[in-house]
């Protein structure tokens, strides 16, 4: 273990089926909440570090499930976004808030170099690391981030059900959305409630954009996977569309 874990906290990565046979690599960069012991707190309390302030509510439980029916590789993080947020470089004021929506986080105030590299090489970097090596092992790679969204965020409500994210490489992302609207009953966003980008992401633009792969970032509802028949809906839906999707990026590209 790191420094910053002990030897009997859990690591920071859970892996799913390294060898699946899916070209599907599924990751899910909040997944968990936990604290490393020597952190504490942060000064923040149980129920706010249950909301989705703490973590991708709900995302864990699909990700197993879609995991385990596409027989695709997954990589999940098991340590709270408070501590460090895998999805951010570290270099980034984001990546260790002192004020997540209306909630202060005094564990992170002051944080010097040293605090934040200790967070980094405990968890962001084998987190990251492994996900590289997987690539790097694979024939094909096809990334899939996972990410869920709370309903309101500071006050304002947000109607969509998913969304997909996207930037340099659309195409896989424009496929599934339109295979999700076909579904009937569902409000899909893109690139809506967040977008994706270099200054704001880092899973997407590191590992699938710099490396030329077809990719999507995924976000669903919170409310909609807080369970698990809301988790295993979800999960069957995606493992039924994707690669559908999938396919039609591949025919578009052969035409």
């Known amino acids: 273990m790191s420094a910053l874990l002990e030897a009997d906290e859990p690591a920071p990565v859970e892996l799913l089926r390294a060898a699946g046979e899916s070209p599907f690599l599924l990751t899910a960069d909040h997944a968990g909440r936990l604290i490393p012991r020597a952190l504490g707190d942060l000064g923040v309390g149980e129920a706010e570090q249950a909301r989705h302030i703490g973590w991708d509510i709900g995302i864990a439980g699909v990700t197993r499930r879609l995991s385990a ?3 695709a590789t997954a990589v999940l993080q098991r340590y709270s976004r408070l501590v460090v947020d895998c999805n951010r470089k570290p270099g980034m ?7 997540s929506e209306t909630t202060p ?3 992170n105030e002051g944080l010097d170099e040293g605090a934040k590299a200790a967070r980094v090489a405990a968890i962001f970097a084998p987190y990251h690391d492994t996900i590289a090596r997987l690539i790097g092992a694979r024939t094909r790679t096809v990334y899939v981030a996972m990410h869920s969204f ?3 965020y500071m006050a304002k409500a947000r109607p969509m059900h998913v969304a997909v994210l996207y930037n340099r490489r659309p195409a896989l992302s424009r496929a599934l959305a339109g295979l999700l609207r076909a579904e009937g009953g569902l409000v899909v966003g893109e690139n809506a409630p967040y977008q994706l980008g ?9 590992h699938a954009e710099a490396r030329g792969l077809d990719y999507v970032e995924i976000e669903i509802r919170q409310d909609l996977i807080a369970h698990e028949d809301g988790q295993a809906e979800w999960a069957a839906r995606l493992a039924r569309l994707l690669p559908v999707a999938l ?9």
């Open 198 to 206: 270099d200054d704001t992401d880092y899973g997407v633009p590191v």
């Open 105 to 107: 986080v005094p564990g």
């Open 93 to 99: 004021t984001s990546a260790f808030v002192t004020l």
């Open 150 to 152: 709370t309903p309101v």
């Open 247 to 255: 396919e039609a990026v591949g025919e578009q590209a052969e035409a």
């Open 69 to 71: 029916a596409l027989d």
